[in-house]
C-alpha cells in the first residue's frame, strides 16, 4: 500500500500488512468518520480480492474477484449517496434524485445474495450453515 492507510487502483496488497493499519485509529474511542470507514471498507475489500485470487479452488478464486467489484461499486455508491445527503439535509429532500443510485445498490446486494445461494447449492450446504471450504473438484456431477 501507498501510505499505510489505503490502497490505490492497480496497487498490490498484502493482506497481513492490512490487518492493523487502520484499526488501531478507530479504536481510539471516537466515532469513526465517513472517510475512514470507506477506507477501511476498501482496505477488506482488496484483501478479499488478493486472498480470492490467491484460492486454490477454481470456484472461489473466479467468484471472488467479483464479488470484490461487486463490494467496490457497493462502496463507491454508498459514498456518492452519503455526500448527496449531507449536502441535501434529508434524505427526503433528494429522494428523487437518489432513487436510480440506491436502486442500484439493492440490485448488486440482491446479485450477492444469488452468489451465496449458488455457491451453497455447489458446496451443498443450506444458506446461515457453517461454511467449511471444500475443493470444487470433488462435488458430485449435476
Known sequence: MSNGDTCT????VD????????????????????????????????????ESLEQEDA?????????????????NLKVGIDKEMKQAGSLVGVLGNLEPALNTYLRIVRQFERLLKLDGRIRGIDVGQNLTAQPIDGLPKP
Open 9 to 12: 487502483a492497480g496497487e498490490a
Open 15 to 50: 493482506p497481513k500488512a492490512i490487518t492493523g493499519t487502520t484499526v488501531a485509529k478507530a479504536t481510539s474511542g471516537t466515532q469513526p468518520s465517513d472517510e475512514f470507514v470507506a477506507k477501511r471498507r476498501l482496505e477488506r475489500i482488496r484483501q478479499y480480492l488478493v
Open 59 to 75: 470456484w472461489r478464486g473466479c467468484v471472488g474477484p467479483v464479488v470484490s467489484d461487486l463490494l467496490e461499486m457497493c462502496l
